[in-house]
């Protein structure tokens, strides 16, 4: 049974970092891609990161580009997304998604698209 565990959220300062980790166990790690998505209250989930199974190619969202960035470890079935300078309008519930997905060129955008989906972290940004 695939399980999804993000971690690392918490309240920060506007202009602090974060580093969001999520650890996958149940599937075969690198038969999949990932991503991150995020869901403020009352917004529809967002998009934030993918990352192909290989970790070459990895993709954000124009709302975090420069600022955000995803990596893979293959070797600990695990995904990471860095946050920095984070802003207010970053807060939400992050969560850690997985794709199935061999093809080096694999990009997935869509929230039901993904076939296997963490709990979620909360990430606060105060001004």
């Known amino acids: 049974q695939a399980k999804l565990v993000e971690s690392g959220g918490g309240s920060v300062q506007a202009g602090d970092s974060l580093k969001l980790s999520c650890t996958v166990s149940?599937?075969?790690?690198?038969?999949?891609?990932m991503g991150w998505f995020r869901q403020a209250p009352g917004k529809e989930r967002e998009f934030i990161a993918h990352?192909?199974?290989?970790?070459?190619?990895?993709h954000v969202a124009d709302s975090v580009k420069g600022r955000f960035t995803i990596s893979r470890d293959n070797a600990k079935s695990m995904v990471h997304l860095q946050m920095n300078s984070l802003k207010p309008e970053d807060s939400a519930v992050y969560y850690c998604?997985?794709?199935?997905?061999?093809?080096?060129?694999?990009?997935?955008?869509?929230?039901?698209?993904?076939?296997?989906w963490g709990q979620g972290t909360q990430v606060t940004v105060s001004s």
């Open positions: 998604a997985a794709d199935y997905c061999r093809n080096s060129d694999c990009l997935e955008l869509k929230a039901e698209e993904y076939d296997y």
């Open positions: 149940g599937l075969t790690f690198w038969n999949y891609a």
């Open positions: 990352v192909t199974w290989t970790g070459r190619d990895t």
